[in-house]
């Protein structure tokens, strides 16, 4: 049991993790960034752009952004999924007008991966087509996979 421990707590030891956080506007993002980085609920205004805050946990950083949920900043979302390795999606359950924007916005972000996905099948298969596999070119195409907890 304490070399399962041992090995998992390697895996997140000193290491940082990006992490964005987003919903639809005023659904909470900016107050649950706070509340994980200085433990109080402090008062916000709605974020145009991002917040960014590293919070650190037992020596393991997390680098958090908070990305506003404003109809016309939703489009860059995908800007951010680079490099990501956990998504938090805040849903306001008491605005039940806009649970099916948000169920929508969720859709969006999974087809997002799903093409990520496909574009990095594809650009194996050519790789493993090519008769020389010592000259790669650098792609830059990288995914990290997301999982969604409800």
């Keep these: 049991m304490g070399l399962i421990f041992a090995k998992l707590w390697s895996l997140f030891c000193n290491q940082e993790h990006k992490v964005i956080i987003v919903g639809l506007d005023n659904a909470g993002k900016t107050t649950i960034l706070y509340q994980f980085l200085m433990n109080e609920v402090v008062h916000t205004s709605p974020t145009i752009g991002s917040n960014v805050e590293e919070i650190v946990v037992k020596n393991t950083h997390f680098l958090m952004w908070d990305i506003g949920g404003q109809e016309s900043l939703r489009s860059s979302w995908n800007t951010y ?14 605005d039940r007008e806009r649970l099916a924007i948000t169920k929508e916005e969720l859709y ?4 997002h ?6 574009a990095q099948k594809r650009q194996r298969e050519r790789e493993g087509d090519r008769e020389s596999q010592e000259s790669k070119p650098d792609t830059g195409l990288e995914l990290t996979n997301c999982k969604i907890m409800t």
Aim: aromatic share 8%; proline share 0%; with cysteine.
């Design 81 to 94: 999924y680079s490099n990501t390795e956990f998504i938090i999606l805040v849903v306001d359950s008491i």
């Design 108 to 111: 969006r972000m999974l087809a």
């Design 113 to 118: 991966e799903k093409e990520c996905t496909c």
